[in-house]
């Protein structure tokens, strides 16, 4: 189990049960957890990231999103990348402030671009202010990416 040992530093693998006492909450409140979900959003395989993320849009639930939030902190841009991706199709409000971090401060355009994609699909006026900031970043990818996140954002303002 990879995916437990990176996010909590233990060697051997984790069981659920371990799992609800790691995350502090109460057992009611743990969503299903997939390990087979995060071992695919890890593995570097485009097929395998591609099919774990088409679950999560079937089924957001499936995931606890601070644990892709966790991802959001990972040293390769690709799984970065995939945790913003994935945030932004479960569109939990919570994950907003990890998203505009990454905005601002990964070094990656990809992941930069990614987080504003994630922010547009998740709507919340909170995250305005970045990506207006985010229209002068140097890639035109990240440029495009928040143009395309404001315009997303001010519809569903519109539609409320």
């Known amino acids: 189990m990879y995916s437990f040992s990176r996010f909590y530093g233990i060697d051997t693998g984790v069981s659920s049960y371990q799992y609800i006492y790691l995350s502090g909450k109460p057992p009611e409140e743990v969503f299903v957890l997939e390990e087979s ?14 099919g774990a993320l088409n679950k999560i849009k079937r089924n957001p639930k499936l995931l606890d999103d601070e644990i892709i939030t966790k991802l959001m902190d990972d040293r390769d841009k690709n799984v970065r990348g995939k945790a913003a991706e994935a945030l932004g199709i479960i569109k939990n409000p919570k994950a907003v402030v990890a998203l505009i971090e990454a905005l601002k401060k990964d070094e990656e355009a990809s992941v930069r671009g990614e987080a504003a994609g994630a922010l547009g699909s998740i709507g919340d006026a909170e995250a305005v202010a970045s990506l207006k900031e985010a229209l002068k970043d140097r890639s035109p990818t990240v440029r495009l990416y928040a143009k395309n996140a404001l315009d997303e954002i001010k519809t569903k303002q519109k539609s409320k």
């Open 37 to 50: 979900i995060i071992d695919e959003l890890l593995s570097g395989d485009p097929r395998k990231i591609e």
